[in-house]
């Protein structure tokens, strides 16, 4: 809270984000730290540094109330008292939308102040927007207000504020209502249920004014020069985020083709008609087909370091996002892929933003009209020079390619015939830029209008094109620009629509694989007949055993370090075993060899020293196993994905788990089994103990931070419990319990304390070491390296487990929940193991997640107790007839709502 009046921006925004996750992780922080942010705006109304700090802490604080599962909690405060949820939520949204109002109304009251009262006064409405419609409802009255007075209401008056003020004056204004329209964009995202026809006719009169302001403050924007340039650009910015959510939510049905002046404006923006620097788009990578990493170096993204290695990538715009270039994105909610939210630099969110929202209006425009575009483009490219000429270019095909998505989303032709000429012409003219990223644009591009035009003669057309280019060229960007656009043709096309040119296409790709004087060449060839045998299905069929046999050739000529070129050709092997499918379970000679030849390559892979190669051959076995699960030996495979599990390459990790979860799915038993067997090596690395694998994955949990990752640990241990847990119910319950009640026991003491955030941090351990003492003694001493306790995730996900294993045993054996016959049956056959003979630990798990500072974990702790009473409500106690089983444990129950 100290930092919140920090005179440093970065520092304040910072310490904001921090209370945000605070918040998150326990929300009844949210009330108290309502209040103090609002006292201390109030308190401190005369510095600009507190106002900015208590409203950027304010509104992050609002913006975790809907990642709280119970909302804003009732505890005692100012703003605070005991009613019922929406009143509550409503009383609090109140006094915060008064205190914003009042910063609006008293901004020009002293213009030492004007410009952080403004920002803050639309911050915190546009944060109030994201409690959700019971609470905006009764303010909406009064937001319509504030958007109507924000904005001239007519030309005219548009024409008198030009002719008044000086730059600081529109610097508050412009602020003013960039400030306005994201709190509209914030009141249609979270409120859509508010925005009727009569709200949309009303919201369209501010955001046609703000079109015709920045149409029309030309001639102001030259007079004040560098003043007024990024309150403009952040004008822009806030309009057309409002306009692509219009249109992605069908809630603004109206002709584009009136709107030219918005349309100029876009294309403006990313040709940077306007703008003196080469800024690039970030979108670019985006919009490209995600298979296509592998010639674009974005796999650097499957790393843990990849915060530090996309900075090094060429035309990343990653590194340079901060929280200062947009506030808002304080209680907006954090993008895929993001921990912390890093909004890009102003000038380039403008252009990404104008991308997107140019390949929605794209599909909307008169034909003439996208030939005027389309032509503009050629003409901005042509008249550009060297490194501009490359911004544009790229700029350009990011506009094009989002625009031929649009096309496909809205099932729109793309066009008269003019209208092919001129894109085709764009396209193919930039298969052969020096600029991989770009060449990989055009190839996409090419296969997508492809397939928006949907005729099979322009298709052909445009294959010969490339086969032309492709038997004439000798230099590496016209070989592999025209290779990857053959790909790209029957990606978008199918195997039906491409099987007039298929024979053709993997003729010339497979002679291009085996140009061993150009590593990039193969690397492209290799990567479009990956995506042709993708795409070709049971077409494909035919040229399996020439690629097959290209690619073992391949991997035992090419040296190891073209590491690209191995990792293509575990892409095409993959796609191979795809085309030949459920045949690969077959005994007949050619499919035997086919086999053999599979699991060869799968071994020279694994053997190779990167680990991108190993992570292909770990999945080509995955699809092996899929199709042919007799022949994969699991007893080999098992133990080696399980030493991967340590790997220092998240890559590595993903694709050991990603195979684990699908064999955990027929096999859980013998995995489980096969992963034991490594309990008795004493190497370094991965350690399994009593737990087994299920041990490891919940260990793996608490360490991962990829989401994708940790979904495949949950589906993985969730196929183990389902079809284990009823016949071990002692281990899982013992794992669950573990990672449940590890927390609680490891804080008792005299002076322990409870939990904040995702862990535990308890007072009342033994004192570590000095740093210096650390240093050299940590390899002797254990105490400077902890183990790290369960996180609270890791917890609600042990609860749910415990969940499983009640509905697994449901369905299994009555004398789960008999104490009597679970007590018989393990007397006459002296065996077995019955969920009945476990309650306490049940009731004791239950008790422990209700009474958590973690809502999540409180939920799912409630859900537990309520599984349990549902289950053993009826289960008398042998010992005393008349008696229930539960009654013993009635204390536990009735504090676990006390205390809630």
Not at 179 to 200: K, R, Y
Not at 215 to 226: A, D, E, M, P, R
């Amino acid at each position: 809270m100290a930092v919140l009046v920090h005179p440093c921006q970065a520092a304040r925004l910072a310490a904001a984000w921090c209370l945000r996750c605070i918040c998150v992780a326990v929300p009844s922080q949210i009330t108290p730290l309502i209040d103090r942010c609002v006292e201390g705006i109030e308190n401190m109304r005369t510095s600009p540094e507190a106002i900015a700090g208590y409203s950027g802490a304010l509104a992050a604080v609002l913006g975790s109330v809907r990642l709280s599962p119970l909302g804003v909690p009732h505890t005692k405060g100012k703003v605070s008292f005991f009613f019922c949820c929406c009143f509550f939520s409503f009383f609090v949204a109140l006094v915060i939308f008064n205190t914003a109002e009042e910063l609006l109304r008293s901004a020009s009251q002293n213009s030492r102040l004007s410009l952080n009262r403004t920002q803050a006064g639309w911050l915190l409405i546009g944060a109030i927007m994201t409690l959700g419609v019971p609470v905006v409802r009764g303010l909406l009255p009064r937001m319509l207000l504030l958007w109507r007075n924000s904005f001239p209401r007519s030309n005219k008056e548009l024409e008198s504020e030009k002719a008044r003020g000086d730059a600081f004056t529109w610097q508050v204004t412009l602020e003013g209502r960039a400030g306005a329209l994201s709190a509209m964009h914030s009141f249609v995202q979270n409120c859509p249920e508010l925005v009727t026809d009569d709200i949309i006719r009303r919201l369209l009169t501010p955001v046609e004014s703000a079109l015709a302001m920045l149409t029309n403050i030309s001639t102001v924007l030259k007079t004040y020069g560098q003043h007024l340039k990024a309150p403009a650009a952040m004008v822009r910015l806030r309009l057309y985020e409002t306009f692509l959510f219009f249109i992605h939510h069908t809630l603004l049905k109206i002709d584009f083709c009136s709107y030219t002046h918005l349309l100029r404006m876009l294309v403006a923006e990313f040709t940077l008609t306007e703008n003196p620097a080469n800024t690039t788009t970030s979108q670019l990578r985006t919009v490209c087909h995600a298979d296509d990493s592998v010639i674009l170096g974005t796999w650097l993204q499957e790393t843990d370091h990849r915060t530090i290695e996309d900075q090094l990538q060429p035309n990343s715009a990653a590194g340079s996002g901060a929280l200062e270039h947009d506030p808002c994105c304080l209680y907006r909610p954090v993008l895929s892929g993001e921990v912390v939210p890093g909004p890009l630099p102003l000038g380039v969110a403008v252009i990404d933003m104008s991308v997107m929202l140019f390949g929605q209006i794209f599909p909307r425009v008169a034909n003439k009209h996208r030939l005027q575009m389309l032509d503009h483009f050629a003409e901005c490219i042509r008249h550009a020079k060297s490194s501009r000429q490359e911004a544009v270019q790229m700029n350009v095909f990011t506009a094009v390619l989002s625009g031929l998505k649009g096309l496909t989303e809205a099932k729109t032709t793309f066009g008269q015939e003019d209208v092919k000429k001129s894109a085709a012409s764009l396209i193919i003219g930039a298969l052969t830029s020096s600029n991989p990223i770009l060449r990989c644009a055009a190839g996409e591009s090419l296969g997508r209008m492809a397939q928006v035009v949907g005729d099979s003669r322009f298709t052909a057309e445009l294959a010969q094109t490339s086969f032309d280019r492709l038997k004439s060229a000798r230099d590496v960007a016209s070989r592999t620009g025209h290779s990857l656009a053959l790909g790209c043709l029957h990606r978008y096309v199918g195997g039906m629509g491409s099987s007039q040119h298929l024979n053709t296409s993997v003729s010339i790709l497979l002679a291009l694989a085996q140009d061993s004087t150009s590593p990039v060449v193969q690397v492209w060839s290799l990567h479009a007949l990956a995506l042709i045998a993708d795409s070709g299905g049971p077409m494909f069929r035919g040229y399996v055993e020439p690629t097959l046999s290209l690619a073992l050739k391949l991997l035992l000529n090419v040296p190891q370090s073209y590491v690209d070129v191995h990792q293509c050709i575990g892409k095409v092997l993959s796609a191979l075993i795809t085309t030949v499918g459920p045949e690969l379970q077959g005994n007949t000679t050619s499919i035997c060899m086919a086999r053999s030849s599979f699991l060869c390559a799968c071994a020279i892979m694994q053997d190779h020293q990167d680990s991108l190669v190993q992570a292909e051959a770990t999945a080509c076995l995955q699809q092996l196993h899929l199709f042919a699960p007799r022949h994969v030996n699991l007893s080999s495979l098992v133990p080696t994905l399980c030493r991967t599990l340590s790997s220092n390459h998240l890559l590595l990790r993903k694709a050991a788990i990603s195979c684990l979860r699908q064999l955990a799915q027929r096999e859980a038993k013998e995995v489980c089994e096969h992963a034991m067997t490594l309990a008795i090596e004493n190497g370094k690395g991965l350690v399994i103990t009593e737990t087994g694998l299920p041990g490891v994955l919940f260990s793996m949990l608490d360490t991962e931070t990829d989401s994708r990752l940790i979904k495949d640990i949950h589906d993985t241990l969730t196929s183990m419990l389902q079809m284990m847990a009823a016949d071990n119910l002692s281990q899982w319950l013992s794992l669950c319990k573990d990672v449940l009640t590890v927390a609680t026991e490891s804080s008792i003491g005299d002076d322990s304390v409870g939990v904040v955030g995702g862990g535990e941090v308890e007072e009342g351990e033994d004192v570590e070491p000095d740093d210096d003492q650390a240093e050299f003694h940590a390899a002797d001493d254990q105490s400077t390296h902890p183990a790290v306790q369960p996180r609270w995730p890791t917890r609600v996900f042990a609860a749910e487990c415990v969940q499983r294993i009640i509905v697994a045993c449901e369905g299994n054996k009555s004398a789960h929940f008999d104490l009597a016959l679970a007590k018989e049956m393990q007397l006459t056959k002296s065996r077995g193991d019955y969920l009945v003979l476990h309650l306490s630990d049940l009731v004791r798990m239950a008790f422990m997640a209700a009474t958590s500072d973690s809502d999540q974990l409180r939920l799912e702790g409630l859900k537990t107790l309520h599984e349990v009473i549902d289950k053993f409500a009826r289960v008398p106690e042998p010992e005393f007839p008349g008696h229930l089983l539960l009654e013993q444990f009635q204390a536990q129950v009735l504090n676990s709502y006390i205390i809630l």
